[in-house]
């Protein structure tokens, strides 16, 4: 007899924020947080995005949400569709149990802090 029971869905390990990917791909780069609100090309000045990934970064909690112009914009800034952003987010809502914890590095913001 075949079943209709749903698959279930297996939990991830580790779920991981969008400042993880954010920071590693700046410092990647050799970027700053204000290099990339220019590369956003949004309706907003640069110096509003640079505080939208500055508060992304810094702020991890249920209540900040991204909207589409900003994962639009993250997309155009790193050459990747903006539903990867939409889907780390989601992802990263959707299993709080799993949720890797993340301290961002200054040189995020401030570029490289030389000795």
Request: negative net charge; contains cysteine.
């Amino acid at each position: 007899m075949p079943t209709s029971e749903k698959p279930l869905t297996e939990a991830p390990a580790q779920v991981f924020h969008i400042a993880e990917f954010l920071c590693e791909e700046i410092l990647a780069r050799g970027w700053t947080t204000a290099d990339v609100a220019k590369r956003m090309k949004t309706s907003r000045s640069p110096e509003v995005d640079t505080l939208i990934i500055d508060m992304l970064i810094c702020v991890h909690k249920d209540g900040l949400l991204m909207d589409d112009e900003t994962c639009d914009g993250l997309g155009r800034a790193f050459g990747v569709s903006p539903e990867y952003f939409r889907n780390l987010d989601n992802e990263w809502r959707k299993w709080p149990d799993r949720r890797s914890p993340f301290t961002p590095p200054d040189s995020v913001f401030h570029g490289q802090v030389q000795p």
